[in-house]
């Protein structure tokens, strides 16, 4: 294995059990020789989510409901004093309530929209914000989408207004943190077995569809998104910013 990111100081947010795609991303991290900060949502998810911390060796585990400000206040702080920078961001976190998500998007409550949009969407760019300035030196930020953002599938709903919203934060934050050689890219990686996505209707139809329709006929492994993750980044793609990398087997070349 490459230690391509060895030295590098990492926050993974995101991570809910061994089925998330943060998890895979930040073994891929881990394995290329990069330093990881991780956090877990509250005290439910925190035994879940510390053996993989330990797996990972992460020196930083803290809460991090992204709603509640004083909780990000305080990771950075930890992160400040401990590394005194930090070279990437995972942000890997969306939510909708139920009763919206499963619902038709002309049903969804202006409450669960809003509420979809700032725990998916504005809490990139509240991270963003902390991380810059800790970015002295450059960084990369990335975030993860679906196909969903940019066709209309069948059961995504709410999410895929949430995510095109992601999607087009995610070129903006380059546009302005490239002078500052902060890289922001979006990953959209086909459907994997994740605890989020199994709150989707219907959802072994879609795995089926996708795995046949897919050029390579096969879905995509939790490893492979990691791998990419990893490259993105890293310094191997120091020039790409402002990007939605599809990992999805071909499937969206299909339209």
């Not at 053996?51 to 400000?69: C, E």
């Not at 072994?204 to 993750?229: C, R, S, W, Y």
Request: aromatic fraction near 8%; hydrophobic fraction near 45%.
């Amino acid at each position: 294995m490459s230690e391509v990111l060895k030295g590098k100081k990492g926050l993974v947010v995101g991570i809910a059990n061994e089925d998330s795609i943060a998890w895979g991303c930040a073994r891929a991290f881990h394995a290329h020789g990069a330093e990881l900060a991780v956090t877990y949502l509250n005290d439910k998810a925190k035994p879940h989510v510390e053996p993989l911390a330990k797996k990972l060796d992460a020196p930083i585990f803290m809460p991090l409901d992204i709603s509640n400000p004083a909780q990000q206040a305080a990771l950075f702080d930890n992160i400040t004093r401990r590394w005194g920078r930090l070279d990437f961001l995972l942000h890997s976190i969306a939510f909708a309530p139920k009763e919206d998500l499963l619902g038709r998007v002309v049903d969804s409550s202006r409450e669960g929209f809003l509420t979809a949009m700032d725990i998916s969407c504005h809490s990139l760019m509240r991270l963003a914000k902390s991380a810059e300035p800790l970015m002295k030196e450059g960084g990369a930020i990335l975030t993860m989408s679906y196909y969903g953002a940019e066709k209309v599938v069948t059961n995504y709903n709410l999410m895929g207004p949430v995510k095109a919203a992601l999607e087009a934060s995610s070129r903006y934050l380059a546009a302005e943190l490239g002078e500052k050689y902060i890289r922001v890219n979006a990953m959209s990686p086909g459907p994997v077995k994740t605890r989020a996505a199994s709150g989707l209707g219907h959802f072994d139809e879609l795995l089926e569809k996708a795995a046949a329709n897919a050029p390579l006929h096969q879905l995509v492994t939790l490893e492979q998104i990691g791998e990419m993750a990893a490259f993105l980044v890293s310094d191997n793609a120091k020039q790409v910013t402002g990007q939605v990398m599809y990992v999805d087997a071909g499937y969206n070349i299909r339209g």
